[in-house]
């Protein structure tokens, strides 16, 4: 059997930086920073959610299914984009898991209040909170 190794590396490296590669940078560039504002903020965003519902305007209810609800989104996206990478490829599903993720991050700039949030993402719990 014969074998034989590519060493792309250095011919990479040879080639100029073309139009492609600036789109390339900013497409991951893009995904990494809507990421990373979803993720990283999270600690700050605790203790907001408490200053918020000690001043009236969220519940602990509410808070509560907001951070059970972005990690139960992050859980399903995973397994989604996992099967989805395996069936249309790489590319695909992360230009897909951009547009998803901005669109949804864009939407949900324009919820007005925590019970409408709830009341999107889970019924159950904001109601509760209401009794």
Request: neutral net charge; hydrophobic residues 45%.
């Amino acid at each position: 059997m014969l074998t034989s190794t590519v060493n792309a590396g250095p011919r990479l490296d040879r080639l100029p930086i073309s139009g492609f590669h600036k789109r390339v940078l900013w497409l991951i560039g893009g995904g990494m920073f809507l990421d990373s504002f979803d993720i990283y903020p999270a600690g700050g965003v605790l203790g907001v959610l408490g200053a918020l519902a000690k001043s009236g305007w969220s519940t602990m209810q509410l808070n509560a299914a907001f951070l059970s609800s972005t990690f139960i989104g992050m859980l399903i996206g995973a397994f989604t984009a996992g099967m989805l990478g395996d069936a249309k490829g790489r590319k695909f599903t992360y230009q897909f898991n951009l547009a998803v993720f901005g669109l949804a991050s864009i939407a949900g700039a324009f919820v007005p209040t925590p019970e409408a949030e709830g009341e999107l993402a889970t019924s159950p719990l904001s109601r509760e909170s209401h009794h």
